[in-house]
């Protein structure tokens, strides 16, 4: 009786379980002939989105970036249509890993620069976690490069209740910004004030 039972309620699971998969609404793709890939996304509040990450094409919906790769932002519509991107960076590799929404209407993104030209300056040495402050239509306000001699990054950052941000990422240097290395890379974390000042 048991394995009666078994028997009739195993399509009927199975049926519903099908029937319960989500569907795609809509999709797109961003690219071109090179490396590019998308790290973060936030709902933005017109209902659309604002995405971030690495563009390392020069042609395509990408290029030309400014060197090997850039960081890159793409403002989406509430169906994914592209209504702009912005790419920023220098000669050298910048990759971005969080972007957020700023009270101000504007959004902020972390990653690291390798640069010390074309939009990064006060580059340290090696990789530097860096700091991009954008406005609501995706124009530098500042950029603000942390780090020391050595290998720094930034995996994300939050903005804080004062209006601040806080930043988390990575660090294997004694010296610049950083006040202490434990050995190899250590956990970071940085707060600037809202103008990205430590």
């Known amino acids: 009786m048991i394995k009666t039972f078994l028997s009739l309620l195993a399509p009927l699971l199975l049926t519903t379980t099908i029937t319960a998969q989500p569907s795609i609404e809509w999709q797109q793709t961003f690219g071109g002939s090179n490396y590019d890939e998308a790290r973060s996304i936030q709902q933005t509040r017109d209902g659309g989105y604002i995405v971030t990450g690495t563009a390392g094409s020069q042609d395509g919906d990408a290029g030309p970036n400014n060197g090997y790769e850039?960081?890159?932002?793409?403002?989406?519509?509430?169906?994914?249509?592209?209504?702009w991107k912005k790419l920023y960076g220098g000669s050298d590799l910048e990759e971005a890993f969080s972007i957020q929404l700023t009270t101000d209407g504007g959004y902020v993104v972390a990653g690291f620069a390798k640069s010390n030209d074309g939009d990064v300056s006060g580059?340290?040495?090696d990789f530097d976690a860096w700091v991009v402050k954008l406005d609501s239509a995706g124009e530098m306000q500042w950029q603000k490069c942390l780090g020391g001699t050595g290998?720094?990054?930034?995996?994300?950052i939050q903005q804080t209740a004062e209006g601040g941000y806080v930043v988390a990422g990575r660090s294997g240097t004694p010296n610049g910004d950083v006040t202490v290395n434990h050995g190899s890379l250590d956990f970071w974390v940085v707060k600037l004030s809202n103008t990205g000042q430590m």
């Open 70 to 83: 850039d960081f890159w932002v793409l403002k989406l519509d509430s169906l994914g249509a592209l209504q």
């Open 151 to 156: 290998w720094e990054d930034a995996w994300d």
């Open 123 to 125: 580059h340290h040495g």
